[in-house]
């Protein structure tokens, strides 16, 4: 039997407009785990993205009625995540460390895999953290949100050209002190 | 197509698999026939997994439970009140902020004309003045679902930053 064809996100967005809850819920169960992905990645703490994803959710419930499908949806959504996310870190101001600290971080002989692997991905999450606010911003939607060039920039409303070079740098930074995980 | 066409964007796209069959292949054929591209694309590899240790999994998560909280408790707070008595509710409030106003505004020009009132009790009048400004402002404050472009607010630009 052939499966249902999948309802579109602008769709279910006409529904959410209508008062469809199980509409609303389908559109969480989509995109829950991106949004809180970038959330995390961005903030930094899982407790405040875990607050930060629910809200964005909400926001997207009371934007539906106005909601205009120009974009993708996800597009539309991970700038609603952003934004709610710089709010947070304006008021819980980051901290950073340097690039060369993360670098200095290095070695785990005679500790077991999981260790490692944890120290790894802890090293790799200082050093994007460490990057400029929207060198790191374009890495994470790039690497990690799965948005090209074109949709960093629809997303954050930079331009193409400011996007490409903040990606090249961010990544040339990157390569420098992440050179010996490569 | 000399391999200088093909810049790094090109190759972070062709590692994110975001190319189309064309670029693609010309970014393989410029891989294969130059040192230098190769040599590029290599790195930019390595770069490109080392960050794909960086995993978090967020699978496992169920918002919903909690968005659907949220959204009934707005909803709740929406309808608590039938549409004619919110329609009286914010002719009250609106009322209520003229009222506040001219409150604050009258202390103001009060304590203009009298300058020889002590220090302490002036210095109380323009701290409500601040207070009633705050509050305007949050009222005016706009944009309900606060899609304001604070990516690219307070601070320097995309472009700038680039720069520096």
Not at chain 1, 48 to 72: G, I, M, S, W
Not at chain 2, 20 to 26: H, V
Request: glycine share 6%; aromatic share 4%; proline share 3%.
């Amino acid at each position: 039997m052939a499966k249902p064809a999948r309802i579109s996100d602008a769709a279910l967005m006409k529904q959410v407009a209508g008062g469809d809850m199980p509409a609303l819920g389908e559109l969480v169960r989509r995109h829950q785990a991106k949004v809180l992905a970038l959330a995390i990645r961005t903030l930094g703490r899982e407790d405040l993205a875990e607050d930060v994803a629910q809200d964005v959710f909400v926001r997207v419930y009371k934007a539906a009625p106005k909601y205009t499908p120009d974009a993708r949806f996800t597009t539309w959504l991970y700038r609603i995540t952003l934004n709610r996310c710089m709010d947070v870190l304006r008021r819980n101001k980051r901290q950073t460390v340097s690039l060369d600290k993360v670098a200095d971080v290095a070695g785990a002989s005679g500790k077991t895999d999981d260790v490692v692997r944890s120290e790894t991905a802890g090293r790799v999450r200082k050093t994007v953290d460490a990057l400029p606010d929207r060198q790191r911003l374009a890495v994470i939607l790039h690497r990690y949100q799965d948005l090209s060039h074109h949709e960093i920039a629809e997303t954050t409303g930079w331009s193409r050209s400011a996007v490409e070079s903040l990606l090249v740098r961010a990544y040339a930074n990157l390569r420098k002190a992440l050179a010996d995980l490569g | 197509m000399d391999h200088r066409d093909i810049t790094d964007i090109d190759l972070l796209e062709y590692l994110a698999g975001r190319l189309p069959p064309d670029r693609r292949a010309a970014v393989e054929a410029r891989a294969a026939g130059s040192e230098s591209v190769r040599r590029r694309l290599d790195e930019l590899r390595g770069t490109w997994d080392a960050l794909g240790r960086w995993e978090v999994d967020a699978s496992d998560r169920d918002l919903l439970p909690g968005v659907l909280a949220r959204v009934e408790r707005e909803r709740t707070l929406v309808v608590r009140l039938p549409s004619r008595w919110r329609a009286v509710a914010r002719v009250a409030a609106m009322w209520l902020v003229a009222v506040a106003v001219g409150v604050g505004a009258g202390r103001y020009v009060v304590s203009q004309r009298r300058p020889t009132e002590q220090d302490g009790a002036t210095a109380a009048v323009e701290d409500e003045d601040v207070v009633q400004a705050l509050y305007l402002d949050a009222i005016g404050s706009g944009d309900a679902l606060g899609l304001v472009q604070s990516v690219t607010e307070n601070g320097t630009s995309a472009d700038e930053e680039v720069d520096q």
